[in-house]
């Protein structure tokens, strides 16, 4: 068992101490994106041995980004309250005990359920891994820290399709959840001997239940009418199940203004530095869940590439993103994090026109790698520099539940663009079945996500200033 080392302990960058931490939290958040972007890539082989249609596969990714996202404010409260290492752990035994009911699940439905159960682990580890970083490091050190925790979390992200793939072509898409364990366990281990506990909030304090009861209700209503919608049209049960979530998320901002411990202090809103990198956020991360929910399904489907080929595409982000990431983070931490905010996505936008022009006659080493990997550069000019502005603009004492906010807006994005864009571009019932719906899908899905990854660059360019700023 680890020692508490007091909060006002700082470690410094390349320390012992300092390394061990970031292994921890990096392991942690890995844990939750390898299984996401494992996932992706299982996605029609689990439609095949299930016998699921694309709203099946639509739920296995939203049923789990659901509960992400509406609970994860709530974690980061409870992190900030009860310790962060305390819910961390938590949430990586509960992940744990969920990726196993995944990996036994007989039927779409029980998929889906288990997934739900699983979002709540990720929910509780996400904010707790950046919140830990924040709280440990000294000020001179963290961009650096959060660089290298995005830089070396993003290996997780992008080998993920690849590692997903080897194993769904091998072992099965069920081995995607079993790998969970193991990674697990080393988390643990590390995480109980070297990491010290912070708390910053009052744990006597009562929780904000009815707004947890209503975010969680709201976006639950409005993911099941945008995805029932797309496939089926506007019937009145879509129109009522929209018209509840909206006004049960009207409901949710009323009662966050007035309550005495709200799940969202609103009042971090008021830092316009806060609320415009929130807003780059939920743009540029919604553009980025279609990329990555549809690229695996049209190379394996259209261009019919293997699972572990098809994996292999994102192989240039995992190399990108490991090598500069933590640079990024440094040279934001100087320079400020407008400029990577505009520049990042703007090249992501530039890339994603390319990508959408993938179709059968598509060449891997051309028509796939060179638009990931110019992708992948705009994706790690501004990764860092995004995560570790959003904390400094929110301060210390409020870091886990800044990260959750900032962990929430990008999973609601995803969840949201994950529901409606395939009905939009006309990928319903069982379409992943016919390669040419696909592809003629895919290509308008990633014109769509180069326009929001496009805007993302245009509010950094009017609205996020270097420095904490919020004149």
């Known amino acids: 068992m680890a020692s508490n080392v007091a909060p006002e302990t700082e470690l410094r960058w390349g320390s012992p101490a300092a390394r061990w931490v970031i292994a921890a939290t990096v ?72 990726s196993l009911l995944c990996a036994v699940a007989p039927t779409p439905l029980l998929l889906i359920v288990a997934r739900v ?36 979390g993003a290996i997780a992200g992008a080998v993920g399709p690849m590692v997903g793939g080897w194993l769904v072509a091998t072992l099965g898409w069920r081995s995607i959840f079993w790998t969970n364990v193991p990674i697990a366990v080393a988390v643990l281990w590390i995480t109980f001997r070297h990491v010290p ?29 945008l ?6 049209g506007a019937s009145s049960a879509v129109i009522i199940s929209a018209l509840l979530g909206a006004s049960a998320l009207a409901l949710f901002i009323v009662i966050e203004r007035h309550a005495d411990a709200p799940l969202v202090p609103l009042s971090m809103f008021r830092s316009r530095q806060f609320s415009a990198i929130n807003v780059v956020t939920f743009v540029v991360y919604g553009g ?8 695996m399904v049209q ?57 959408a022009r993938i179709d059968q ?26 995560t570790s502005s959003v904390l400094e603009a929110a301060g210390t004492h409020r870091s886990g539940i800044a990260s959750a906010i900032n962990n929430a807006v990008a999973r609601t994005a995803g969840l949201l663009t994950v ?12 379409s992943f079945a016919h390669p040419a719906r696909v592809s003629d899908g895919f290509t308008a899905a990633m014109y769509v996500a180069a326009a929001m990854v496009a805007v993302g660059a245009c509010v950094a360019l009017g609205f996020v200033r270097d420095g904490r700023a919020d004149a």
């Open 27 to 98: 392991g942690g958040s890995s844990l939750a994106m390898l299984d996401s972007t494992t996932v992706n890539v299982a996605l029609p082989a689990m439609g095949l041995d299930l016998g699921a249609r694309v709203r099946d596969l639509q739920w296995v990714l939203n049923g789990y980004t659901l509960a992400l996202a509406s609970l994860m404010l709530l974690a980061g409260s409870l992190a900030d309250r009860f310790g962060r290492r305390r819910i961390f752990t938590l949430g990586i035994v509960w992940f744990t005990v969920a």
């Open 117 to 152: 159960l699983q979002g709540i682990g990720g929910a509780l580890l996400t904010p707790g891994s950046l919140a830990i970083l924040q709280a440990t490091f000294a000020t001179a050190d963290r961009a650096r820290a959060v660089g290298a925790w995005a830089g070396l």
């Open 197 to 225: 506990e912070h708390r910053s909030g009052n744990p006597a304090a009562r929780f904000d239940l009815r707004g947890a009861a209503l975010a969680t209700c709201g976006l639950g209503a409005v993911t099941w009418a």
């Open 227 to 232: 995805i029932t919608g797309g496939a089926d």
């Open 288 to 295: 980025m869940a279609i990329v990555f929910f549809l690229l």
């Open 299 to 355: 190379l394996q489907v259209v261009v019919g590439v293997s699972p572990f080929v098809a994996g292999t595409a994102l192989l240039p982000v995992t190399v990108l993103m490991f090598t500069l990431s933590a640079r990024m983070g440094a040279l934001a931490h100087r320079i400020g994090p407008r400029r990577p905010l505009v520049i990042g996505p703007l090249i992501m936008a530039g890339a994603l026109v390319g990508i």
């Open 361 to 386: 006659s598509a060449s891997l080493a051309t028509d796939v790698f060179i638009p990931v990997t110019t992708f992948g550069v705009g994706l790690t000019i501004m990764v860092a520099p995004l």
């Open 419 to 430: 529901a409606a864009v395939p009905g939009l571009v006309g990928l319903t019932g069982d």
